[in-house]
Antibody, heavy 119, light 110 residues
Framework: EVQLVESGGGLVKPGGSLRLSCAAS????????MNWVRQAPGKGLEWVSS????????NYRDSVKGRFSISRDNAKNSLFLQLDSLRAEDTAVYYC????????????WGQGTLVTVSS | QSVLTQPPSVSAAPGQKVTISCSGS????????VSWYQQLPGTAPKLLIY???ERPSGIPDRFSGSKSGTSATLGITGLQTGDEADYYC???????????FGGGTKLTVL
């Protein structure tokens, strides 16, 4: 059974940092492009960042470029998102999601971890 | 402002049919597959439709998808109260090099 379990969320002050983790199991992690998708309270889904199966190709949405950093450890079946210079508008539930690259859809999602940026 | 456009809400009675539209452009829907996600209250999104009209294992055939040009439609027949959820369309955007979503449509089964 495919499982994605996020952790690392919490309350942080504006300008602060957090590191989110996603532990994957039930599939060959190193074969898949992985992504972070967020959802602000009461709002819709917003793609944040993606990383290719090998980690060679990385992309971010414009609003987080230079502040967020995605990485992965294929030996430990883990995905990470380093969030720096956090702003109030980054407050959201952050989901780890597996991308099926041929159709560009997210076939599995984690349960999410809440990041709250507030003074 | 979402890249893909969906109606904020739709409603219908139990047993009836409803459709949810999703409008995009040549950068996304026009040239890439569309997917649909169901988000029940308080839960993570779940894949409902992929490759425009394919259903993952376990998704009942009451759910269907279609695409024409730069628009897509999700159809749900035989509505049940358990179908009350937010529904999102998604597609790759070649200009943004990322997946874009619609703003979501809240389905109410009256």
């Amino acid at each position: 059974e495919v499982q994605l379990v996020e952790s690392g969320g919490g309350l942080v002050k504006p300008g602060g940092s957090l590191r989110l983790s996603c532990a994957a199991s039930g599939f060959t992690f190193s074969n898949y492009n992985m992504n972070w998708v967020r959802q602000a309270p009461g709002k819709g889904l917003e793609w944040v960042s993606s990383i290719s199966s090998s980690g060679s190709y990385i992309n971010y949405r414009d609003s987080v470029k230079g502040r967020f950093s995605i990485s992965r450890d294929n030996a430990k079946n883990s995905l990470f998102l380093q969030l720096d210079s956090l702003r109030a508008e980054d407050t959201a539930v952050y989901y780890c999601a597996r991308l099926y690259s041929y159709g560009y859809y997210f076939d599995y999602w984690g349960q999410g971890t809440l990041v709250t940026v507030s003074s | 402002q979402s890249v893909l456009t969906q109606p904020p809400s739709v409603s219908a009675a139990p047993g009836q049919k409803v459709t949810i539209s999703c409008s995009g452009s040549s950068s996304n829907i026009g040239n890439y597959y569309v997917s649909w996600y169901q988000q029940l209250p308080g839960t993570a999104p779940k894949l409902l439709i992929y490759d425009n009209n394919e259903r993952p294992s376990g998704i009942p055939d009451r759910f269907s998808g279609s695409k024409s040009g730069t628009s897509a439609t999700l159809g749900i027949t035989g509505l049940q109260t358990g179908d009350e959820a937010d529904y999102y369309c998604g597609a790759w955007d070649g200009g943004l090099s990322g997946v874009v979503f619609g703003g979501g449509t809240k389905l109410t089964v009256l």
